[in-house]
């Protein structure tokens, strides 16, 4: 009988197993962390240039007009007469005209 012979173990380098991991790392960073910041950036932007009489969108869907914005709280009027507060985070969107 003949038995085969064990090849010995070929060592691995440090740079070589870690090689995966670190592309795994540039592809989560390329496609999801950046556009998220990107995503971020353009939405702050957008509350820094709310003003009042723009037609806004709240994270629930609801539709109205700002009437006040005073630091972090901005007044939006949905009816006449009816208002309600929300923090400046709640805005999702601006409605052109």
Known sequence: ???AQ?????AVSPFGALLPLILI???FYFLLI???QKKQKVHKKMLDELK??????????AIGVV?????NVITIEFKEGVKIDFMKNAI????KP
């Open 92 to 95: 999702s969107q601006v409605l």
């Open 34 to 36: 950046l556009p998220q």
């Open 25 to 27: 790392f540039f592809v």
């Open 6 to 10: 064990a090849q010995p173990a070929q």
């Open 1 to 3: 009988m003949i038995f």
């Open 67 to 71: 009437s006040k914005i005073k630091d």
């Open 52 to 61: 009042e009489g723009d037609r806004v969108v709240t994270v629930g869907g």
